[in-house]
């Protein structure tokens, strides 16, 4: 069976995806920072579903976690063939101004080092095995400059530019690589109080905010489709013009 790594799988976005994955047939590796509780819960739902599990966890802005991670799929469940890279920090909204170094520095370790580490540890293999496939979750400040920052946009537009090139290169081996990139999506990462809620879902062209199973919805397809490749999709309700 394929074998998908998701990381930032314990909850939110990830965690749908993992068991979307799941359903579809595919064994799990279930990557998380620091909650390994919530890790374990999540790869419980995946064996619950018949599938394969195992849980991987690391801070991803140490550089060496990226290739541990890696390292401890393939031993547990076998070589990754899909490569979710899902995990990904954020800040309170920060002027540029007020971006400090090692904020930025942490940033673009974790939301664009990590998934370059990972990518580039498993798209060899991924090449010789004639099939592969590598979805980036960005998000939709890599084109709008979002509410966060500087540090947070620069960060996941990186990860479109990856796309690109890593798509070019294993076209001609079965490999497809795609970023999806949503916005404001109901997850326990948003603001908490009504109103802040209400606000924001009312600024989408839809009316509402998104669901994690509606990114789940769109990363499947993404592995499924064997023709679509070097594409970066938004997800916000329709309200960017593309």
């Known amino acids: 069976m394929p074998v998908a790594l998701v990381t930032g799988a314990s909850r939110g976005i990830g965690r749908a995806v993992a068991l979307r994955l799941a359903a579809e047939g595919h064994d799990v590796a279930i990557g998380y920072a620091a909650n390994a509780d919530a890790a374990e819960a999540v790869a419980g739902e995946v064996r619950a579903a018949g599938r394969q599990a195992v849980v991987v966890g690391g801070d991803l802005a140490d550089g060496g976690v990226a290739a541990a991670v890696a390292a401890g799929v393939e031993e547990a469940l076998g070589p990754v063939d899909v490569l979710v890279s899902n995990a990904g920090i954020a800040s309170a909204p920060t002027g540029i101004l007020e971006i400090e170094r090692d904020a930025w520095d942490r940033m673009l370790a974790v939301n664009l080092t990590a998934p370059f580490l990972l990518a580039q540890r498993v798209f060899g293999g991924m090449c010789e095995r004639g099939f592969g496939r590598i979805v ?66 009312a600024s989408r062209a839809v009316g509402r905010l998104g669901t994690a199973d509606e990114v789940a919805d769109l990363v499947a397809a993404m592995v499924r489709n064997g023709y679509l490749s070097n594409q970066s999709i938004v997800l916000d309700g329709g309200t960017l013009p593309t």
Do not use: C, W
């Not at 998000?139 to 920052?149: C, D, F, R, T």
């Not at 970023?179 to 009504?194: H, K, Q, R």
């Open 136 to 201: 980036f979750v960005s998000s939709v400040a890599a084109y709008s400059g979002g509410l966060v920052g500087a540090h947070y946009a620069a960060s996941k537009a990186g990860l479109h530019g990856l796309a690109h090139s890593l798509a070019r290169q294993g076209a001609s081996h079965g490999v497809t690589v795609n970023v999806v990139a949503p916005a404001l999506v109901e997850t326990d990462m948003l603001p908490t109080d009504a109103a802040t809620r209400d606000a924001l879902a």
